[in-house]
């Protein structure tokens, strides 16, 4: 079972950077796509961004564009999530999880990793 536990998250001011990763680990029958997701307090997890793992695309939500950029090290199968120009409304839980093949749900979830924004 893939596992992928989160860390770099912290408390930052307005307007700062964060750069959390997931590092892939544990049985593995191949990963079609990482992703990165948000819940946020009293609210639902909503996906953030990814990337196909193979090479390829590496998409986000369009409230994160130009602000979050994602990047993966695929000799380290860890993925990385460069958050900058940070919001109050960027903060909760950051979860990263896999997608094994384009059709299957995303799996692997860790504890994720906690971001606080203070203006």
């Known amino acids: ?3 992928l536990p989160e860390s770099g998250g912290g408390t ?5 950077s ?3 990763s997931c590092t892939a680990s544990g049985r593995r029958f191949g990963t ?4 990165w997701f948000l819940q946020a307090p009293g609210k639902e997890r909503t996906f953030v961004g990814g990337t196909i793992w193979g090479g390829g695309n590496i998409w986000s939500a369009d409230y994160v564009k130009g602000r979050f950029t994602i990047s993966r090290d695929s000799a380290k199968n860890t993925m990385y999530l460069q958050m900058n120009s940070l ?3 960027d903060a909760g ?3 990263c999880a896999v997608k094994i093949t384009k059709s299957s749900d995303w799996s692997g979830w860790g504890q994720g990793t906690q971001v606080t924004v203070s203006t």
């Not at 079609?32 to 992703?35: I, K, L, P, R, S």
């Open 1 to 3: 079972q893939v596992q």
């Open 12 to 16: 930052v001011q307005a307007g700062d």
């Open 18 to 20: 964060l750069i959390p």
């Open 32 to 35: 079609y796509a990482m992703g």
């Open 87 to 89: 919001k109050p409304e």
């Open 93 to 95: 839980l950051y979860f």
